[in-house]
């Protein structure tokens, strides 16, 4: 099998620089492989890295050593590792997805528009090919479409239709937390980080969410997950991977 992921002999240090510039080891040599339609939980007590790897992943914080291989449609990979800022940004359009603990969207932006935006940029050709914007109607429909699939993906997560068209910024930690996962599943991403996404969710929605992860699997993507709740990591890991070290 060609994983869809391969984090090689990854190292990652913080320097403390309130503490004499003292080095804190995060990731020490970290290997790992994910397939398409597998789901790895990163497991261990906190403070291990296991968040650390995830914001390398997703190519917010640099490593100090080592590979992060996404294998792409054609076969190619790309080392995320070493990626350009640019290429980072054009993957998080439509190959790869995460879903924090915290959500960041635009202020005053509806929670509606905050989700839909993601299936708008998956669609979007690549930046050197945009010499030709859609006309004014073509993009009145394009964001017709993404706010119907924007809704249905609400609906399922039973966000009330209510705060729809609210900026989420006033909603319930769980309303908004809805919001973070409808924004990462929207688009079937190639590699789905997600760091503790069922964290305040209620029993009926936490079932939502394994189900939208099994989808999500069934569909191909290699997801690599945080889930301090042991009922949804059993009913979607495959795998652990450990990051206790003695
Ligand atoms: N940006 C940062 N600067 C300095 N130290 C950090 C930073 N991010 C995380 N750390 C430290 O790295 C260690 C691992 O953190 P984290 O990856 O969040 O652990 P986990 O997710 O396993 O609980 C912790 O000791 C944390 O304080
Ligand atoms: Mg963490």
């Not at 394009?142 to 910024?169: H, K, T, Y």
């Amino acid at each position: 099998m060609n994983p869809v992921l391969e984090v090689d002999d990854v190292h990652k240090r913080f320097t403390l620089h309130l503490r004499d510039a003292m080095q804190l080891r995060v990731l020490d040599g970290v290997s790992l492989r994910v397939e398409a339609g597998e789901c790895v939980a990163l497991v261990g007590p906190s403070g291990r890295g296991k968040s650390t790897l995830m914001k390398c992943l997703h190519g917010n914080y640099a490593v100090d050593a080592g590979h992060l291989w996404l294998r792409l449609a054609d076969g190619e990979r790309v080392d995320l590792a070493a990626a350009a800022p640019r290429l980072i940004v054009s993957l998080r359009r439509r190959e790869i997805a995460y879903v924090s603990q915290f959500l960041r969207v635009l202020p005053r932006q509806p929670a509606i528009d905050a989700v839909a935006e993601r299936v708008i940029e998956a669609a979007q050709p690549a930046p050197q090919a945009q010499a030709d914007p859609l006309d004014d109607s073509l993009q009145q429909a394009a964001l017709d479409v993404a706010r119907e699939q924007a809704g249905a993906l609400f609906a399922r997560l039973n966000l009330p239709r209510g705060l729809w068209s609210l900026p989420p910024a006033t909603f319930s930690g769980g309303e908004q937390q809805r919001v973070n996962i409808a924004r990462g599943f929207i688009v079937p991403a190639r590699l789905l980080l997600l760091d503790e996404p069922t964290a305040s969710l209620d029993e009926v929605n936490r079932r939502v969410v394994i189900g939208l992860i099994r989808d999500a699997k069934r569909r191909g993507s290699a997801i690599v997950g945080i889930f301090h709740d042991e009922e949804v990591r059993d009913a979607v890991a495959d795998r652990r991977f450990d990051f206790t070290r003695a």
